[in-house]
């Protein structure tokens, strides 16, 4: 993380939580990154996660208020202090597996709501703090500790699962992706409404030691080479999608 | 904490509510001004008032998608300054019961009102029952406490409701109003003084949130978008909100401070009211509906010449020990009438020397006066 940022951080906080080679310390910070360049003031931010590794990505590190919440609940306890508080930008930033698995319903109804507030999902396609279990965005044929002879149930697609549900901003991006994760981030929290923005990570650790990336940089690699931008993917055929991660804005009717 | 004397929202004077309307006029007036909520027979009435009085007094309802998200948001609400109540029945109260837990660990002032049901399970929705009591104590995981009102018209569905907000600002905790569905369903007359009495939060500004060097261990009370730079949590944290999740002394210091905080108070907490209880061979101990049986029962048998009296347990949590004890070692027998299999009867027999004697019915229906002259009666 750049110097410049760490005046966003805690005083108190001295060290990273997270696994060498995890996703969640890019997406720390590309998300102050965002902040930084909108000027916008840490008195005024709220931010809420729930349980999991990607919900220690604001808290406690942010120098702002946060709610560190149930497992899968954060966007339902955002929804109160939002809607009861409207000058608090609320930010939600959660896992995968918290915002749409335990926590699926409050995602889409807050979404059907269109509640102002910006959610970051940092989806790592697995159950990271837990051991490593299969997740609802976990791949066909991902190995898991509860799926050790490969995951047999198609994931979500989360963009199309909020934008069904009425989002007006949804997103995707890789953490590969830095440049346009900012912009999608700064633009999640400048749109009123309900903004998601799904940012796919790495969880060496778990998903990675399992799934034959033997390396940190072999899962970022995999990323790199499976996403791909709308634009390239109307080129291909639809065999040619197989595996791919389509990144982009996404508005109703294109996901 | 801060006391305030305010108007009544209401104009003073005599209104005819239901149980359940008498919850929301209380709650308006207490300043509760965030609800959440989910449909639930036998209590949505709450509700459906609540969205349209809020209107009046500019408060924020939302009918979430469950029981679930009704009491996170208005728990959220609560850190952004809000008073905010829900209310349910049997299976949301069940549904509701971590976030019970965490607003405990968090010191989160809120009010749940439960109008009970007949359980387990589905049950039977529009039937009576006080079978929720022990879910009230012992709902969520791990030590804590909750307070737990018991009210018996609809009065005190409106009193017992400003109370339980005042409860809960002063010792920072969810208080729960056990209403049955019986008093939720029953309309009577009930009286709106012209004014009523409100405590808030402590505000101090710097000040430990969850931590306090103060004997009554309840630490001042700041909202989001005050500058604090708040750290909430339900994982153990420190007096200042970081996490602290392998610290046994920390651990231990929380734990002991949420329960000691209630306990400590339990004297000034603690309501009961007691009828012909000086010269009485047999006590009636009995709450909600059940004790509006009792007193008609005890009246008639006094009337009779018989030696039996009262006690009327307003609060249910924390537990009135010490005021069983002392009945208990003054009177021969104790007679508990309850519509459960005996959740406050075992609390009675745990602190009375006398015999505890049980009546216990689960069909459905209110223990009527006559059951208890007549069980009274071959007990003398």
Redesign the interface.
Known sequence: MGRDLEKYL?P?VKSTPFCPGCGHGILMNLILRAIDELQLR???M?F?SGIGCAAWIP??NF????????HG?AI??????????P??KTMVISGDGDLASIGG??LI?AARRNIDLTVICANNMIYGMTGGQVASTSPVGAITSTTTEGNIYRPFDLCKLVLGAGAPYVARYSVTQPLSLIEAIKKSLTIEGFAFVEVLSTCPTQFGRRNRYDLPADMLTMLKESCISKQEAEQLAPEELQGKIITGEFSYGEA | MTRREIDSTLSPGFYYFSGNEAVAEGAIAAGCRYYAGYPITPSSETMERISIRFKDVNGVFIQMEDEIASICSIIGAVWAGAKAMTATSGPGFTLMQEGIGYAAVTETPLVIVDIQRAGPGTGQATRVASGDLMQAKWGSHGDYQTIALSPWSVQEMYDQTIDAFNLAEKYRVPVCVMGEEAIGHLRERMEVKPTVEVFDRVKKQGAPPFGTNQDDGIPPMPAFGEGERLLVTGSTHNAFGIRKTDDPEVHANLVTRINNKILKHQESIIKTESYYLDDAEIIVAAYGFTARSSLFAVDRLRKEGKKVGLLRLKTIWPFADRIIHQIGSVTKKLFVPEMNRGQVRGEIMKYAACEVIPYNQTNGEIIHPHQIIKQVRNLL
């Open positions: 805690r108190e840490m008195d005024e709220l809420v808290s406690p120098n702002a208020d946060t709610l560190h919440t149930l609940r339902a306890f955002a929804t109160g202090a939002k809607v009861f508080n000058k608090l319903n409050h109804h």
